[in-house]
């Protein structure tokens, strides 16, 4: 082998040295430009652990032995803030007699995003809307049921369309 930097043979084992961020494979006299690296540990394997391991090959004939979780549940209803959420917020808050600082003092949030989720130009997220929620006593979630495809395949003679599952929102 030879050395990474000056080209000449390496006698015996090449040292791994880090010179300027980059680990090479160089001569001692070479080893002096950089520090020298310890070498990684080799893995221990044993006849019991190997069928442990899990597979991380991108073989996509195989199928992979760990389980995938769906992104989504058709089975448990999905949550989300209603459309008139803005005007909402406001007249609770403002039947409460609090001003929007205090609400942001209330639910530990900046009076600037109070002022944008009234006005519309921010919608909370579901962790911020339960605290408004909560400080309000007001409903701002609310669940979705997933339309069940199979209802649709077998009342109608033809298939669904996508006008037929979608559930359309009027503002």
Do not use: H, W
């Not at 015996?12 to 980059?22: C, E, H, N, V, Y």
């Not at 942001?104 to 997220?125: F, H, L, Q, T």
Request: charged residues 35%; glycine residues 4%.
């Amino acid at each position: 082998m030879r050395c990474e930097i000056c080209g000449k043979q390496i006698e015996g084992k090449p040292l791994r040295t880090k010179i300027d961020s980059s680990v090479m494979e160089v001569c001692e006299d070479c080893s002096k430009f950089g520090r020298i690296q310890k070498e990684p540990p080799k893995p221990k394997f044993s006849s019991s652990n190997l069928g442990n391991k899990p597979n991380r090959s991108n073989n996509s004939n195989k199928p992979s032995s760990r389980k995938q979780r769906p992104m989504y549940s058709l089975d448990e209803p999905s949550e989300e803030i209603i459309e008139d959420y803005s005007s909402v917020i406001r007249q609770a808050r403002e039947s409460k007699g609090l001003s929007r600082e205090n609400l942001g003092e209330k639910i530990y949030e900046k009076v600037s995003v109070i002022n944008r989720i009234e006005s519309g130009k921010m919608a909370p997220d579901l962790k911020l809307a339960k605290k408004i929620e909560k400080a309000l006593n007001i409903e701002l979630i609310e669940k979705i049921n997933d339309l069940d495809i199979e209802s649709f395949k077998r009342n109608s003679s033809k298939e669904p369309t996508l006008g037929d599952i979608v559930k359309i929102k009027k503002r």
